[in-house]
């Protein structure tokens, strides 16, 4: 899946993110890269179970953008999912 830095520095496509503690902020990780901090775990897993529900198409947000027909990534190319800040996230 294609998602977008918090920061909008990285764009990235992974198949494997997860959450990390670092001091008192969680971290939404793909490998070494952070994309989101955020300043609960609830919120964290809020925006894991929105990126889930992006993949799976059960729900789209705000965050969420479909792409049809990219010339570059392929027909494919379901869209760009950009993180959100941390007091976007609602719990």
Same mark, same amino acid.
């Given at each position: 899946m294609? /998602?977008?830095?918090?920061n909008k520095g990285s764009l990235i496509n992974?198949?494997?993110i997860g959450i %990390?503690? %670092?001091?008192n902020m969680?971290? /939404?990780l793909s490998g070494k #890269? /952070? %994309?989101?901090m955020y300043s609960s775990k609830e919120k964290? #897993?809020?925006v %894991?179970? *929105?990126i889930q529900g992006c993949i799976t198409g059960s729900i789209f947000t705000n965050n969420y953008e479909i792409v049809r027909d990219c010339k570059i990534a392929g027909t494919e190319f379901h869209g760009v999912y950009t993180m959100p800040k941390d007091d976007?996230? *609602?719990v």
């Open positions: 294609w /998602i977008r830095s918090q992974t198949n494997e %990390l503690k %670092l001091g969680y971290c /939404i #890269l /952070i %994309l989101g964290a #897993l809020g %894991l179970d *929105e976007e996230v *609602e």
